[in-house]
């Protein structure tokens, strides 16, 4: 994969008529074998989860637990704000169900978040060429930023151990995408899966955006930048009152977010 993408990189660009058209489609073909060739990276680098190690006996991700509990028995399990980062345990469910009895010495909880953490990962890689080619990078460096990102410590050891995190970064990556690209109206929809999967994304997302777009003159920009805070905080809202069975306003959990943590915690957990 490596020597063939080099070669399609370093020849599209002299390749007249036909001959482009020829490379720019092994080119989009080299794409589509990347991310199960990633995926499989990504499965390997997490396999100590399945059956070396329990991420919830480990105290650097005592999160896990809260998200174990969530694929098994959802959210009336978990405690605190963990029990509302719904997105990927909820993707791990069917597959934890699948996988119930026929992973042998496994852990299917963590084979479950495993496989959707890796898949997220991988997603993640493949955006980070385009984001390279974006910045008028080529198709080769781009490669070796998805593989250093992939060699990265807080990969192996947290992104792949049965946390949702993997899920969060990959729609950070999916922002800077937007962003570059100028897809305003991505944004909103961001807003709504970030929250999901982490409420600390929507405002993290959304001041970064505010400093990606400060010299933009042009209102549509600050209008879905505006959208995407509006969407984030109403599908936070929307989480919990399902999962409270009642309606809790943003004061309400803002507030009890403070008594809990208090202002300085809430905002190292934001960008923890």
Known sequence: AWNGSCYVACQTEAAPGNDRHRLLKSMRFVHVTLWPMFFMI???????????????????????????????????????HWRYRVLVPYLAK??????????GTWNPVSFSLLVVDSAFCASSSVVLIWIAQGFGLSWATGLIAALCYLLNFQVANFQLAGTVDAGEAFLFTCLLLALQRRSWNALPVLGVLGALTKETFVPVAFLFA???VCREKRVLPWLQ??????TGIAAIVMIRSMVEGHLVTPLQIAGGERA?????DILRNAFH
């Open 42 to 80: 990504c499965f390997g680098l997490g396999y100590p989860s399945l059956d070396r190690f329990d991420p919830t006996q480990v105290p650097g991700l005592s999160d896990s637990v809260q998200y174990f509990r969530l694929v098994v028995d959802g959210p009336e399990a978990a405690e605190g």
């Open 225 to 230: 930048i505006g959208g995407m805070a509006v």
């Open 94 to 103: 069917p597959i934890y169900h699948a996988a119930v009895g026929r992973v």
């Open 260 to 264: 809990v943590y208090g202002s300085i």
């Open 210 to 212: 505010c400093g990606w």
